[in-house]
C-alpha cells in the first residue's frame, strides 16, 4: 500500500498547474515565455499577481493533499515526508510534460505546513529576518527553509523525519543551484 502511495503521490506532484493555468486562462504554453519555468514566479512575472497565486495555490495544494491522503491512511510521519518528496519530485520531473517541471518550492511549503502548522511563524518570521539583508526573495525564502530541521528537532520531531525533511530541502536548494549561482555571480 506504501508503495502505491508513493507512485500516486509522484503522480499528484506531476499535475503542472503552472502549465494548466496559462493555457486555459492565456491560451499560453508557459515553458515558451519568460524562463520557460512553469511554477507560479513565472507565470506571474509574465500574467500577473492573479495568475502567481492560482498557480502558487494549485501547486501547494498538492503537497498538502498528499500529506492529507498519508494520514487518512494513517501512515507515520516519515512515510508523509516521503510522500511529500515524491511530489516533490514529480513536480521537479513531471511525466505530464517530458520531466521539465518547476522547482518544488510551493509543493514543498504546501506540504511542511499540512505536516507541521506551527512551521508558518518560523517561514514568515526567517524570511522577514533575512530579506532586508539579502535582497532576494529566493535567498530569504531558502535561507527561512533552512530552518525547519533546527524547528523539528526542537519540537521532538523523530530523526528520521528530521533528516528526511533536510533532505526534502536538499532537492529544493538543487533544483534552484542555476538561481543561486546566477544572483551570486552578479
Do not use: Q
Request: with cysteine; aromatic share 12%.
Amino acid at each position: 500500500m506504501i508503495y502505491l502511495y508513493l507512485v500516486i503521490s509522484y503522480l499528484i506532484g506531476s499535475v503542472m498547474f503552472g502549465y494548466l493555468v496559462t493555457k486555459m486562462f492565456y491560451g499560453k504554453d508557459i515553458r515558451h515565455h519568460g524562463s520557460g519555468n512553469v511554477g507560479a514566479r513565472n507565470a506571474g512575472r509574465l500574467h500577473g499577481k492573479k495568475a502567481f497565486v492560482l498557480i502558487f495555490l494549485g501547486d501547494a495544494l498538492k503537497g498538502v493533499f498528499v500529506v492529507w491522503i498519508a494520514r487518512y491512511l494513517e501512515f507515520s510521519e516519515p512515510i508523509e515526508l516521503l510522500g511529500l518528496g515524491m511530489a516533490i519530485i514529480g513536480h521537479l520531473k513531471p511525466v505530464t510534460l517530458k520531466f521539465k517541471g518547476g522547482k518544488g518550492i510551493s509543493t514543498f511549503i504546501g506540504g511542511i505546513i499540512m505536516l507541521e502548522p506551527l512551521l508558518i511563524p518560523v517561514i514568515i518570521i526567517g524570511f522577514l529576518v533575512l530579506y532586508p539583508f539579502t535582497k532576494s526573495f529566493t535567498f530569504a525564502g531558502l535561507g527561512a527553509f533552512l530552518l525547519i530541521p533546527v524547528f523539528l528537532v526542537i519540537n521532538h520531531t523523530g530523526w528520521i523525519s528530521c533528516v528526511i525533511a533536510g533532505c526534502l530541502l536538499v532537492i529544493i536548494l538543487l533544483a534552484h543551484s542555476g538561481n543561486i549561482k546566477e544572483r551570486l555571480n552578479r
